[in-house]
């Protein structure tokens, strides 16, 4: 059986399609670069870290479409150029 397949497509720093082999799978960003956001969002949630500080992150779910919705796309020519130069 082959491994699970996941494209993230991110633009901008953001994160804009998550396609996968398996459109059933749960996806969830956390987003750590939170400064300057509205803390009172109720996706920013406040953790205490390892060393005892204070962070805040941004938690949500990300919908997930088939891979097959990558057909025609620049996502695909995008991962079929990065194939053919041998990454």
Do not use: K
């Not at 750590?32 to 205490?48: M, Q």
């Not at 005892?52 to 020519?77: C, K, Q």
């Amino acid at each position: 059986m082959p491994a699970p397949s996941i494209v993230l497509n991110v633009h901008g720093g953001v994160v804009q399609d998550v396609f996968a082999s398996d459109p059933d799978v749960e996806v969830t960003l956390v987003d750590w670069d939170v400064d300057g956001s509205d803390a009172a969002h109720p996706n920013v949630v406040a953790i205490t870290d390892s060393l005892g500080r204070t962070r805040r992150a941004y938690v949500s779910p990300l919908a997930v479409e088939p891979l097959a919705e990558l057909i025609g796309s620049d996502v695909e020519t995008a991962i079929e150029v990065a194939n053919f130069v041998g990454c």
